[in-house]
């Protein structure tokens, strides 16, 4: 189909007889939501045939294959991604004024999808386009989640969650491949039996539990290349209990499919209780199962042998949540192809490699010893197995010192650390940016660092400038077109050619009106949604990212009040007009992020009830942030909040957005920031706070927060305003957070890096109301120097240091 030129007359063919077909009317007289999955399904249809021939090319030259394990991928809307990507936009829209459709009323139809929560699974989605686009051959996997994470819904300050039903309009883009489906087994009892052969393994009285897949395409932009992702939904394998049925016991009849399917409902399911831990482990194991499954087979009916698996299949472990998948391969190469111990492991580790995206400690995975042991029996004993052989060969290299070893256990207090089971059992393990390997190297993985020092690197984290500038900031587009050519589309490193603008006043002026559109579109959602009037002449300052304590939403919210309080006193000289946006999700379980977001949302509403506090700044918490929303904020942004304490963020790539967008960053140097300073200069960041080092040397000494409040008379003041309650509501625990009681008050360090924060802001607003000029200079040079933060770079990265993977040349 997409041989031949497509046209506006070809589009209006091939949605007729969509709708001739599925409707039987017609085709003018459909309305909006029809025409949207009729065409819908063209695109579908269009990248299933260009998937096959691809995929016919990869095995015709005997391909190595990528195979991406994510609990998450937060693709986004698909509909004009993909007629971006196959570059038919301006046809779509001459062929929808047949049937009076506008083709920005059919994005508006179209809902995100809920796979995903926030950076790791939109990581992932730029991954599969990035791959697409440069022709490597790739298949993502993951869970069809039916609810997705949630819909956050704000309720007097609280954060509410609700089903998300995304799968009412983009169900349209997912193929049921029901005869590829597998079974995933959990509970029962293992039977080991010795042959002739060797040992057999029988699996007694398991709940087995049906895989079926669901395919999604992701387009390439201007490529032969088009990414799979495969999305697993549970199901009951047991047939109806009929007896139970007519007897009227409906709910226990049906017990046994709501709890297969439960697997399949809902993305991280709250894990603060015991049935949400379980939960947690069988989803994890029902992803990787059902894809390792599918890997093998898929590779043995090509093959006939899995002498060759490594050197045809690469599999990349997203965050530690696919981790079991290194077990799971050696159950089905030893139990199902009867490959020995030794054989089995030498596969799985030439061809598992994983990217670790936290140093927090707290957040590295484990699970209870005993729930894996009954709900994984076989699976527990290989993982046994690997360790009881990994200490003793650590254990020789140490000459004998087994305490040295045992530091490196995946079992330690009744917990499997999860963690520690992929760095045992992957080829290569990555950070996500040069300062989070370090710290990997220096701290997390000490001793798997000393122990194989070769197999850690560093691949610093990308993002899909195609999405997040040519779709997002359309008016950018145009202007870049317009003085570079549209070369950096494929080749983002071309956007560093537009430093030789630096001083052309055309240029900083165009720049500086498309940002003002952006915050009238962005001020306009607002005014509809939160009923709230935005000063456009106000700097639009903005945090939007997931809800956590690291991330120091908090600090924010501290230098809000800090302004609160200083308008009240008449103290308004430093004072600048600011619009602070924020938007986030917290976890359900996660009561601290909660009360941060009841905080914020509490200072909005008191702001918006002092019409003179309101002259100055304003405060709009955007509830149920989603791709499609960072997609309206982001182009707005003019300073980016990057402000998580040093040595806790990963890599971050909100940072990259709103620089690729040409927002300026105020932030720490954390995560991808440093390399975002190295590239852009300091003179063109707004850098404040303490170094990882020197947070590191302050723990070692005894952090006291109690000493910077007795010292600062601005902190001692903000304690007392969050005391006494904003709107009746006290903030009492907040306190005593940041205080400390019965713990160490501040963890994150608010109060250390308070007054560098406060004065580094104040060095911004300066510059935004004093020198304009200077402003759009340095938004020009961040736009300037995102080039090399391209997920294009990452996966070529990638490829080339850890997968070993090369990309199609397709004539």
């Known amino acids: 189909m997409l041989e031949s030129k497509i046209d506006s007359k070809l589009i209006n063919s091939l949605i007729d007889e ?24 063209v695109l579908r249809d269009m990248l299933l045939s260009k998937r096959n021939n691809f995929v016919n090319k990869v095995n015709k030259n005997d391909q ?65 386009d990035s791959l697409a686009t440069q022709n490597y051959p790739a298949t993502g996997y993951s869970i069809k989640y039916e609810f997705g994470l949630f819909k956050q819904k704000i309720i007097d300050g609280w954060q509410t969650e609700l089903p998300d039903d995304w799968l009412t309009t983009s169900d349209v883009w997912l193929v049921p491949k029901t005869e590829e489906r597998v079974v995933v087994k959990f509970d029962g009892k293992i039977r080991e039996e010795w042959t002739n052969d060797g040992l057999k393994i029988h699996y007694d009285f398991p709940t087995e539990i049906e895989a079926i897949p669901y395919d999604m395409f992701i387009s390439g932009y201007d490529s032969k290349g088009v990414s799979l992702l495969r999305l697993w939904e549970s199901r009951s394998l047991n047939s109806l209990d009929m007896n139970l049925f007519s007897q009227g016991d409906y709910i226990k009849a049906l017990s046994e499919d709501s709890m297969a399917e439960a697997i399949s409902k809902v993305l991280y399911p709250a894990d603060n209780h015991y049935e949400g831990k379980i939960l947690r482990l069988k989803q994890q194991y029902f992803l990787v199962s059902a894809s390792a499954q599918d890997i093998v087979r898929k590779h043995f009916k090509i093959y006939k042998t899995l002498d060759n698996f490594s050197n045809k299949a690469a599999i990349h ?33 030439d061809t598992v490699s994983y990217t670790n995206h936290t140093v927090l400690t707290e957040a590295l ?84 660092y000393e122990y194989t020092p070769n197999k850690f690197i560093n691949v610093t984290n990308g993002i899909t400038h195609r999405r997040w500038l040519n779709q997002a900031n359309p008016d950018l587009k145009m202007l870049l077109d317009d003085l570079l050519g549209k070369d950096y589309c494929i080749n983002p490193e071309k956007l560093s050619d537009l430093k030789k603008y630096i001083n052309d ?97 509490a200072l ?71 390399e975002i300073i190295s590239n852009v200069g300091e003179d063109n960041f707004f850098l404040f706070g303490l170094r990882d080092y020197e947070v590191e040397n302050l723990w070692r000494q005894g952090y006291s927060s109690i000493s910077y409040f007795q010292k600062n008379i601005k902190l001692r003041k903000i304690i007392d305003f969050l005391n006494k309650g904003i709107g009746g509501k006290s903030f009492e625990s907040l306190c005593k957070y940041l205080l400390g009681s019965n713990q160490v008050g501040d963890p994150y360090m608010c109060f250390a890096d308070f007054d560098n924060y406060i004065d580094v802001h104040s060095m911004a607003s300066h510059l935004y109301f004093n020198d304009k000029r200077k402003w759009n200079q340095m938004s020009l040079m961040n736009i300037a120097c995102s080039g090399i933060f391209s997920s294009d770079r990452t996966i070529k990265e990638y490829a080339d240091n850890i997968w070993n993977l090369k990309n199609i040349n397709i004539d």
Request: some cysteine.
């Open 604 to 674: 909005s509403d008191y702001i918006n009830k002092n019409t003179f506090i309101k002259k100055f700044i304003n405060v709009i918490f955007l509830e149920n942030y989603s791709v499609s929303l960072a997609e309206l904020i982001i182009p707005a942004g003019e300073l980016s909040e990057q402000i998580s304490l040093a040595g806790k963020e990963a890599s971050g790539t909100g940072n990259m957005k709103f620089m690729l967008n040409g927002a300026l960053t105020i932030g720490t140097y954390d995560g991808a920031n440093v």
């Open 317 to 349: 472990i997203n965050d530690t949540h696919p981790a079991l998948i290194i077990p799971e391969l050696m159950r089905i190469f030893m139990d199902e192809y009867n490959c020995s111990w030794e054989r089995s492991w030498k596969i799985v580790k």
């Open 365 to 448: 995975e484990t699970f209870d010893v005993n729930i894996v042991k009954t709900k994984l029996p076989r699976i527990f004993m290989i993982i046994s197995e690997i360790n009881r052989r990994f200490l003793e060969e650590a254990s020789v290299k140490y000459n004998g010192d087994w305490n040295k070893a045992i530091q490196m256990s995946i079992f330690a207090y009744d917990r499997l650390n999860m963690a520690n089971l992929c760095i045992i059992g992957s080829h290569t393990v990555n950070g996500v940016a040069q300062l989070h390997t370090d710290i990997l190297k220096r701290t997390v993985f000490k001793n798997f």
């Open 18 to 41: 969509e709708i001739s077909r599925y409707w039987n009317i017609e085709p003018s007289s459909a309305n909006s939501n029809q025409v949207y999955r009729a065409l819908c399904v």
């Open 64 to 128: 190595k294959q990528v195979y991406y394990m994510c609990m998450e991928f937060l693709v986004g809307k698909s509909l004009r991604n993909n007629l971006f990507n196959l570059k038919i936009e301006n046809e779509t829209q001459e062929a929808l004024k047949k049937y009076n459709v506008d083709l920005n009323e059919l994005y508006f139809i179209e809902k995100d999808p809920g796979l995903g929560n926030g950076g790791l699974g939109r990581l992932a989605a730029c991954f599969m």
């Open 505 to 601: 006043d055309y240029v900083l002026n165009s720049l500086n009106e498309i940002k003002y559109k952006n915050k009238k579109k962005l001020a306009d959602y607002i005014l509809k949604n939160n009923h709230n009037v935005l000063d456009l002449d106000s700097i639009f300052d903005i945090q939007a990212k997931r809800l956590h304590e690291y991330k120091r939403q908090l600090l924010n919210a501290m230098r809000i009040i800090s302004l609160i309080i200083d308008i009240n006193e008449g103290n308004t000289d430093h004072i600048v007009p600011e619009t602070f946006i924020f938007a986030a999700k917290a976890a359900p379980g996660y009561f601290r992020a909660k009360e941060i977001i009841q905080l914020i949302y």
